[in-house]
């Protein structure tokens, strides 16, 4: 069972399918004023039911519009429901077990809503524009579009403050996210692959500070930095793929860089007992990473915690270099591409990002020291999980080839990233 809060049904309802067909829901139960998310796969032959619920197996029944099912747990624990088939889903009554209390049934209400079937033939592309923006990680918010396994989309993002490719304000600022996506099928205890194919600005500026963050300076220029913090507005040469400082003069005169868009923002809701996530920070489930290598050609890889998963993605950089250390990188708006595909019953215990050249994990935790064991750790698992090594073997690896990055200093947490060049690892297996 998932906390979160009571949703609203989203999926007007027809009457239930025939008897070979899986109907796939989300059921909502009210616990004390809390959800509790849970999966439920039933197919119908006459007026019998089974499937599952949250994995475990369920018998029940439907007569007209009143349906009862019950579900046992590995321990034996049942969980009966009955309620009636509306237009709008099912709601009813759960009699559940009391947690604290062996032997004592405890009544809740409960809501379902329909998930979509999935249309025939290939996997498709979706385009969705954004109505609005969310400024937390949370399973509290209504997916705005379902996709499965393989499905595209093509999408946009707006800046850290708020600010469209148009240059109105669409939502507070504070790294603002597009989504959530639902992606069909996914459950706790699975990964989701976000390929990210494509990332585009789609206006031609950025905004950032002449700032340093204070991890980022010694003692003797502390005092002299409290002079900083202006506003730089950065103009783009699209055509040449370049990015100068507004008006600059003196050394910077004819200072210019290279755009490499990325996603600062990536992450999907976290799960059971963890409060929704601002959109400033970070966790095992994503977040505000900053990390300079989440851009096109990519695949990031981030740990299921809410049927669906509830992907989000936002805060686009043109560019930004290693610690974001102005405290703002290049920030602009983005036209942004990506597809997913669902590992089953396969979890990740951190971020991971691979691209063509390089296997890496972020490392997100308070301090330097920690983040660094973080990512350490996380490389090591990823070394025995997919490449088969041992812990031996994998010392010699990261003794040898491994590479340590900052991708952020500005947040109230810090990210290190382990990276490791592919051409030096054995085969992957399958």
């Given at each position: 069972?998932?906390?979160?809060?009571?949703?609203?049904?989203?999926?007007?309802?027809?009457a239930l399918?025939?008897?070979?067909?899986?109907e796939?829901?989300?059921?909502?139960?009210?616990?004390?004023?809390?959800?509790?998310?849970?999966?439920?796969?039933?197919?119908?032959?006459?007026?019998?039911?089974?499937?599952?619920?949250?994995?475990?197996p369920?018998e029940?029944?439907?007569?007209?519009r009143?349906?009862?099912?019950?579900?046992k747990?590995?321990?034996?624990?049942?969980?009966?429901?009955?309620?009636?088939?509306?237009?709008?889903?099912?709601?009813g009554?759960a009699?559940?077990?009391?947690?604290?209390?062996?032997?004592?049934?405890?009544?809740?209400?409960?809501?379902?809503?329909?998930l979509?079937?999935?249309?025939?033939?290939?996997?498709?592309?979706?385009?969705?524009?954004?109505?609005?923006?969310?400024?937390?990680f949370?399973?509290?918010?209504?997916?705005?579009?379902?996709?499965?396994?393989?499905?595209?989309?093509?999408?946009?993002?707006?800046?850290?403050?708020?600010?469209?490719?148009?240059?109105?304000?669409?939502?507070l600022?504070?790294?603002?996210?597009?989504?959530?996506?639902f992606?069909?099928?996914?459950?706790?205890?699975?990964?989701?692959?976000?390929?990210?194919?494509?990332?585009?600005?789609?206006?031609?500026?950025?905004?950032?500070?002449?700032?340093?963050?204070?991890?980022?300076?010694?003692?003797?220029?502390?005092?002299k930095?409290?002079?900083?913090?202006?506003?730089?507005r950065?103009?783009?040469?699209?055509?040449a793929?370049?990015?100068?400082?507004?008006?600059a003069?003196?050394?910077?005169?004819?200072?210019?860089?290279?755009?490499?868009?990325?996603?600062g923002?990536?992450?999907?809701?976290?799960?059971?007992?963890?409060?929704?996530?601002?959109?400033?920070?970070?966790?095992?489930?994503g977040?505000?990473?900053?990390?300079?290598?989440?851009?096109?050609?990519?695949?990031?890889?981030?740990?299921?915690?809410?049927?669906?998963?509830?992907?989000?993605?936002?805060?686009?950089?043109?560019?930004?270099?290693?610690?974001?250390?102005?405290?703002?990188?290049?920030?602009?708006?983005?036209?942004?591409?990506f597809?997913?595909?669902?590992?089953?019953?396969?979890?990740?215990?951190?971020?991971?990002?691979?691209?063509?050249?390089?296997?890496?994990?972020?490392?997100?935790?308070g301090?330097?020291?920690?983040?660094?064991?973080?990512?350490?750790?996380?490389?090591?698992?990823?070394?025995?999980?997919?490449?088969?090594?041992?812990?031996?073997?994998?010392?010699?690896v990261?003794?040898?080839?491994?590479?340590?990055?900052?991708?952020?200093?500005?947040?109230?947490?810090?990210?290190?990233?382990?990276?490791?060049?592919?051409?030096?690892?054995?085969?992957?297996?399958?």
């Amino acid at each position: 069972m998932r906390l979160s809060v009571l949703l609203p049904l989203l999926f007007a309802t027809p009457a239930l399918a025939q008897a070979d067909r899986t109907e796939h829901w989300i059921v909502v139960t009210d616990m004390w004023g809390n959800a509790a998310y849970s999966t439920l796969d039933m197919t119908r032959d006459g007026e019998r039911l089974n499937g599952t619920l949250d994995g475990d197996p369920i018998e029940g029944t439907v007569k007209g519009r009143a349906i009862r099912f019950s579900a046992k747990d590995r321990k034996g624990t049942i969980y009966a429901y009955a309620g009636t088939l509306g237009q709008a889903g099912m709601a009813g009554d759960a009699d559940m077990p009391d947690s604290n209390h062996p032997g004592v049934r405890i009544p809740h209400r409960f809501t379902a809503r329909r998930l979509p079937d999935r249309p025939a033939g290939p996997p498709r592309v979706h385009d969705y524009k954004p109505a609005d923006y969310s400024n937390l990680f949370t399973a509290d918010r209504l997916p705005v579009l379902t996709l499965w396994p393989g499905d595209g989309v093509r999408t946009t993002t707006i800046d850290s403050g708020g600010v469209d490719e148009k240059g109105v304000t669409r939502a507070l600022f504070g790294n603002p996210q597009t989504g959530p996506f639902f992606i069909a099928g996914a459950e706790p205890g699975d990964t989701i692959a976000v390929h990210i194919r494509k990332l585009t600005p789609n206006r031609d500026w950025a905004d950032s500070l002449d700032t340093i963050v204070g991890r980022a300076l010694g003692a003797s220029l502390i005092a002299k930095a409290g002079e900083l913090g202006k506003p730089v507005r950065w103009r783009f040469d699209r055509a040449a793929g370049l990015a100068r400082p507004e008006g600059a003069s003196g050394a910077l005169k004819d200072y210019a860089v290279p755009l490499r868009p990325m996603l600062g923002g990536l992450a999907v809701a976290p799960g059971f007992g963890s409060a929704p996530l601002s959109t400033g920070d970070t966790a095992r489930t994503g977040g505000n990473m900053d990390f300079p290598e989440v851009a096109e050609g990519a695949t990031v890889y981030l740990p299921v915690q809410q049927p669906g998963a509830l992907l989000y993605l936002g805060d686009a950089h043109a560019l930004q270099g290693d610690g974001e250390t102005s405290q703002y990188a290049l920030e602009t708006s983005m036209e942004v591409e990506f597809s997913v595909d669902l590992i089953k019953r396969r979890t990740v215990s951190m971020p991971r990002v691979e691209n063509d050249r390089e296997i890496m994990v972020l490392g997100q935790a308070g301090s330097l020291d920690e983040a660094l064991k973080a990512a350490s750790t996380g490389m090591i698992q990823w070394l025995q999980q997919d490449y088969g090594l041992t812990l031996s073997e994998a010392a010699q690896v990261l003794g040898t080839a491994m590479r340590y990055g900052v991708p952020n200093l500005a947040g109230r947490g810090v990210g290190v990233a382990a990276r490791l060049d592919k051409k030096l690892l054995p085969p992957r297996r399958p």
